[in-house]
């Protein structure tokens, strides 16, 4: 190799500079946010405390088998294209471009949502102030942490997360604290409201599957850890010990807050169907101790839940473009980088495909906006549901080639179950995530907008595969080399 491609070599490998505190904190912000912070109080209001509780549980088990799925191969061949790479090498070089692009869109649309609902918070404290100013300073900040190392957005999104974490342990202390009647000046709550009315259960089998749904779209970001792997500095240890922890971790804060929420609230409370955060759970529970400001004080924990979101969006969007102009699945100028280890380009590119989506809902009464929105919505599952094929061919692949699977930094419990399991409770959640607009006569415009991201990943997938006429790759040829 000569000095100039020795040169050129270097440039296209990004920095390991994210400690292992760093994945796991990066992992619990992708989870803990608007979903916990206000969705719980709907999720419990429709299906009843119990079937929250279930619906919750039974989502956090699929994505407990997704971690470790993805945890296997990202502890082996860590890579920032995660699973569009997985899915190139073990499945369909056309897969892993359709996976590639759907998960770019995804995070750079959810970018855009971010600037929207910041603005929207912004204004909870300055109503006549102007949006375009909280616009340009939201996305100041969350590029100024991506620009500058990747060492940096990993520090900025550690203490953001460390803000969301601490709030969830203080409310689920104080919580339990009032309901035993130690806080709060009452006697003990109990079980008094988790079984008033009808509860536990509330509305049968459907109410449960409808949060089944939400409570899947709550726990999307746990995937990245994966994208995390191409810049984390000890790969194999520091994976295998995020996937560990993070699951747990989440677990607990969401079937613990949404317990107690479920024991303090009555589910027939009216509040707890508002998407306003002067009556999210959070604030609701902390004004019924005496807390002055409640409000004020959670609508600032969601600011800095906005602008995590906003951070790891752009680091995991830039990083997948960044792979895939590597691997040849986009332009050439997004697989440069700065002397920081940085893809400029890529971050650049990212933020301005948000930044236009933001703009498209001031046209047409937002319904560009809000078709770009339910574009993505489907992504993170349908990223799901390439990390669980991925897997259980990775593992396949693996085995048919000769090697042992002991010899695997990270060994995933359960396989085949785990990957099979994901997938198929990925697939009831894609199919059925509308499915009130087949009820009765057709919903044709809420199938439409509900299911417009299959047909777009499915012309992604059959695009690239007319074009290079791939073919799925057999298990003896799989690509394993780390």
């Not at 996937?243 to 807050?257: C, G, H, N």
């Not at 019924?288 to 409000?295: E, N, Q, S, W």
């Not at 839940?305 to 699945?329: C, E, F, I, P, T």
Request: hydrophobic share 50%; charged share 10%; proline share 4%.
């Amino acid at each position: 190799m000569n000095n100039s491609e020795e040169n050129n070599h270097q440039q296209q490998e990004l920095k390991r500079g994210l400690k292992s505190r760093h994945i796991t904190m990066i992992s619990l912000g992708g989870t803990i946010g608007t979903g916990l912070f206000l969705a719980s109080g709907a999720s419990i209001a429709q299906a009843g405390p119990g079937g929250a509780l279930v619906a919750y549980a039974l989502i956090g088990a699929m994505v407990y088998f997704l971690m470790t799925s993805l945890g296997e191969m990202a502890a082996y061949m860590p890579t920032s294209g995660s699973f569009s790479t997985y899915a190139t090498k073990f499945v369909d070089p056309a897969f892993g471009f359709a996976m590639g692009w759907n998960y770019w869109y995804n995070w750079a649309i959810t970018i855009a949502a971010e600037i929207s609902a910041v603005t929207l918070i912004m204004k909870y404290w300055f109503p006549n102030s102007s949006s375009a100013l909280w616009t340009v300073l939201f996305i100041i900040v969350v590029l100024t942490f991506n620009l500058l190392s990747v060492r940096a957005y990993g520090e900025g999104e550690y203490w953001f997360a460390m803000i969301k974490v601490i709030t969830v342990i203080i409310f689920i202390i104080v919580s339990f604290l009032m309901i035993i009647g130690i806080l709060g000046g009452n006697d003990p709550i109990g079980f008094e409201n988790f079984f008033a009315g009808d509860a536990p259960f509330n509305g049968g089998f459907l109410a449960i599957f409808g949060i089944f749904l939400a409570a899947g779209f709550s726990f999307q970001g746990t995937e990245l850890l994966g994208i995390t792997a191409g810049e984390t500095d000890n790969p194999g240890k520091n994976i295998p010990k995020a996937v560990r922890s993070v699951f747990w971790r989440i677990l607990l804060f969401y079937i613990l807050a949404i317990l107690a929420i479920g024991l303090l609230i009555p589910y027939t409370d009216p509040r707890l169907l508002s998407e306003d955060v002067a009556v999210s759970p959070f604030t609701l529970v902390f004004d019924k101790l005496g807390i002055a400001f409640a409000a004020s004080v959670m609508n600032a924990i969601i600011l800095t839940a906005m602008l995590s979101a906003g951070n790891s969006g752009l680091y995991a969007s830039s990083r997948m473009l960044w792979q895939l102009a590597v691997d040849g699945k986009a332009p050439k100028i997004f697989a440069k980088l700065s002397k920081r280890g940085i893809p400029v380009y890529a971050l650049l590119a990212t933020l301005a495909v948000g930044c236009l989506a933001f703009l498209s809902s001031f046209f047409g009464d937002g319904l560009v906006y809000m078709w770009l929105l339910n574009a993505s919505g489907l992504s993170g599952f349908i990223a799901w549901v390439g990390i669980a094929i991925s897997h259980y061919r990775f593992r396949k692949a693996f085995v048919l080639q000769g090697k042992n699977p002991s010899l695997l930094p990270y060994k995933a419990p359960f396989y085949p179950f785990g990957p099979l399991f994901a997938f198929i409770v990925c697939l009831i959640v894609i199919v059925g995530q509308n499915y009130s607009a087949f009820i009765g006569s057709f919903d044709w415009y809420g199938i439409a907008v509900s299911y417009i991201g299959i047909p777009l990943f499915i012309a992604l997938w059959l695009g690239y595969k007319i074009k290079h006429k791939t073919k799925v790759v057999p298990l003896e040829e799989c690509d394993l080399n780390n």
